[in-house]
């Protein structure tokens, strides 16, 4: 496992232990929350829907190749956070 992934899984790990950290943990439950209109929300941005468990599985799966791909899944889940709440 190269260096860049250990240091990767090391910040996730502080980024899911943090104190609001919690609503990004899973896949938003869309229908569960009734947002009907969340994927509709984040397309109309070129957004797609991810989370701190899916980001964790792609990176112990191996899916990605580099750190700033790594980099760009976590800034994902800020700005689609605010792309769908903007106040």
Do not use: S
Not at 8 to 20: G, N
């Amino acid at each position: 496992r190269p260096n860049w992934m250990r240091q990767c899984a090391v910040i996730l790990a502080k980024i899911k232990r943090h104190r609001d950290a919690k609503p990004f943990q899973k896949p938003v439950d869309i229908a569960g929350l009734g947002l009907v209109d969340y994927l509709d929300v984040l397309a109309q941005e070129g957004c797609a829907p991810i989370d701190f468990e899916t980001i964790d599985a792609k990176l112990n799966g191996g899916v990605y190749k580099r750190d700033r791909e790594f980099c760009k899944d976590i800034r994902r889940v800020f700005y689609n956070a605010n792309v769908y709440n903007p106040e």
